[in-house]
């Protein structure tokens, strides 16, 4: 049983911030390796941030300095804090748990590799 449940969406003016949240339940609460991408009609999924069980953190160029992704494993909750958000940071945010343990957890590994358990994805809009 896996079950990945994101929020934290909305529709924001460019320079503000936001945070999204996903709640872990089954498998994925005790996966060595959670993530973040982005998808959109027009751009490939896109592999953001990853976080290891060692709390090592990984993020594309795209979105280091300004995103941070933050595990609070007695809430089996990911996060992402998003700030200075750019209109080219609108797409449909997913939280996902890689298929197979071991594999690289670098955040680029989540838009490469289709195989993720991932939620329902939560939307982002900047303007």
């Known amino acids: ?6 929020s934290g969406g909305a529709s924001v003016q460019a ?3 936001l945070k999204l949240s996903c709640v ?3 498998y994925a609460a005790t996966a060595d390796c959670m993530g973040w991408y982005r998808q959109t009609p027009e751009r490939q999924r896109e ?4 976080i290891g069980s060692d709390g090592t953190t990984t993020y594309a160029d795209s979105v280091k300095g300004r995103f ?3 595990k609070d ?3 089996n909750t990911l996060y992402l804090q998003m ?8 797409a449909l945010y997913y939280c996902a748990v890689p298929f197979f ?3 690289r957890c670098i955040a680029s590994e989540f838009g490469r590799s289709p195989n993720n358990y991932h939620g329902q994805g939560t939307q982002v809009t900047v303007s």
């Open 83 to 90: 700030d200075n958000l750019q209109p080219e940071d609108s």
């Open 24 to 26: 872990a339940q089954g």
């Open 1 to 6: 049983h896996v079950q990945l449940v994101e």
């Open 73 to 75: 494993n007695a809430k």
């Open 68 to 70: 941070t992704i933050s």
């Open 15 to 17: 320079g503000r911030s």
């Open 47 to 50: 592999g953001i941030a990853s």
């Open 101 to 103: 343990p071991g594999r």
